[in-house]
């Protein structure tokens, strides 16, 4: 990382809810930031208005006024109508369209970020944005190698890298080395954890690890990671700042099949943010299939499979010498479900990526507003780019999230406990154990009460859906 900040943890809490709270606390600093009817400045040159694009000028007084609609977003001084821009809200200059735009983003949330005044919510920004229009864009986005429309853009010859939660553009080196060091990290790690979740038949639906493996994934999920890295620095004073969160990214990301993705490894593809984004779909799948091979290998052992049977000779006799007993269909279904809760946060943090949009405004009098993706806000929301990404992420929301919602709340009841009767009787083993793996915890209605709790097993991920969900609502709000 190249920036150069301290971390400030409070402020960091503060800017998790900024979105959420920051405007009940800008109306308390209006009075000292704001003030609608004065100026010392003439507005009116050869007839031209020279007011900024969110003021205009007054005729009967030849003065220029902050118009109400940018009101607690973009405020003005009285002395000489310097500009201010509210906490993690960008503002940066179209040069095709020729105007300044307006929207939430995470590159303004810096704490220590210069000019800011003295309340510590708004940074003051370049007095003029048609005369240079390189100075709004470098002002916003210039210390993360960005520029564009909300900084969503990165600069020439730079990409977002392929495997960190830094958003900071890099320039991309071997293509081939990348490749070979995102292939190790990414799946070689992914495949190891999977080998011994098979083998200490790792079950964190139905054990009290799934409680600590929730609070693990919501505090290593991007979108608090990399808010906290908007906060980490370079240099000794800030080596400690940089080691603590790095170290306990890993011990909880592990939990979102993040391994070492809290340190920048350098990875990069050339290809666009949105492209890096959708990479992770396929992490995510991996465990799940790699678990159903195994099992069908498994299937085809049992069987006699003569070709099978010799690859896994010499296992057979290292098992046979040690008096070994592994029942491994049964630790591939527990693995399954495990790789299930850990795959889901993924996909939820995927979809987030590619489906969470951001309200652009033009702050002029006639300003129109419009949307776009808010991780990468060049890109506009369901048009002809984002449209592949967005429906992909809905078909995965619908068969990898909401899907597995429905079947662990219906399933304890007679109805859907019919239609699954339907399946072949070799695949309801399977499911039934499946299912087994998962409510394993609940009650089940034999006891003396009567009351069947399964269904309960489906309010984790419920929970984890809410919580992204609120993520998404509090990121795109714009009160423009």
Not at 140 to 162: E, K, S
Not at 393 to 406: K, N, W
Not at 413 to 426: D, S
């Amino acid at each position: 990382m190249s920036r150069g900040k301290v971390i400030n943890w409070s402020t960091w809490l503060i800017t998790i809810g900024t979105f959420s709270v920051s405007f009940d606390l800008a109306d308390s600093y209006t009075k000292e930031l704001m003030n609608l009817n004065s100026s010392t400045q003439s507005c009116l040159n050869n007839e031209i208005s020279t007011c900024p694009v969110w003021a205009s000028c007054n005729e009967l007084d030849n003065v220029c006024r902050c118009l109400p609609k940018n009101k607690y977003i973009l405020l003005c001084d009285p002395e000489g109508m310097k500009n201010y821009v509210l906490s993690c809200y960008c503002v940066t200059y179209n040069i095709k369209l020729g105007i300044v735009e307006v929207g939430p983003c995470l590159y303004n949330c810096d704490s220590v970020k210069k000019n800011k005044v003295s309340i510590k919510t708004y940074y003051l920004l370049p007095s003029n944005a048609s005369s240079n229009a390189s100075d709004w864009n470098e002002a916003m986005c210039g210390m993360y190698n960005r520029t564009g429309t909300l900084c969503g853009q990165c600069v020439n010859n730079t990409y977002l890298p392929a495997y960190s939660y830094d958003m900071t553009c890099t320039t991309c080196g071997s293509r081939l080395t990348s490749l070979i060091k995102y292939i190790t990290v990414a799946y070689g790690l992914l495949t190891l954890f999977c080998v011994i979740v098979v083998a200490t038949r790792l079950n964190v639906a139905s054990s009290p690890l799934q409680g600590y493996v929730f609070f693990c994934q919501i505090l290593s999920c991007p979108i608090f990671a990399r808010n906290i890295l908007f906060y980490l620095g370079d240099g000794p004073e800030a080596t400690y700042y940089q080691i603590v969160p790095q170290l306990l990214g890993i011990l909880y990301g592990i939990w979102n099949l993040d391994f070492l993705r809290w340190f920048n490894l350098d990875i990069c593809f050339e290809v666009h943010s949105i492209t890096v984004f959708s990479l992770d779909f396929f992490v995510a799948l991996y465990p799940l299939l790699l678990m159903i091979l195994i099992y069908w290998v498994i299937t085809l052992y049992d069987s006699n499979n003569r070709v099978i049977r010799v690859i896994f000779s010499p296992i057979e006799v290292i098992f046979t010498h040690y008096k070994w007993n592994w029942n491994a269909k049964s630790s591939i279904i527990h693995a399954f479900a495990t790789f299930l809760i850990l795959s889901n946060v993924k996909f939820l943090n995927v979809c987030y990526d590619l489906l969470v949009p951001v309200t652009i405004c033009d702050p002029s009098i006639n300003g129109t507003c419009r949307h776009a993706l808010f991780n990468d806000a060049i890109v506009p929301y369901f048009r002809s780019h984002h449209i592949p990404y967005a429906v992909s992420a809905l078909f995965v929301l619908a068969g990898f999230v909401a899907l597995p919602i429905l079947i662990l709340a219906l399933y304890p009841f007679k109805l859907c406990q019919n239609l699954l009767g339907t399946i072949p009787q070799r695949h309801q083993i399977i499911l039934h154990a499946f299912m087994d793996s998962i409510q394993g915890c609940y009650k089940d209605g034999t006891e003396l009460d009567g009351r069947d709790c399964r269904w309960f097993s489906a309010v984790p991920f419920l929970v984890r859906l809410i919580i992204f969900a609120l993520f998404a609502i509090s990121k795109s709000m714009s009160v423009l």
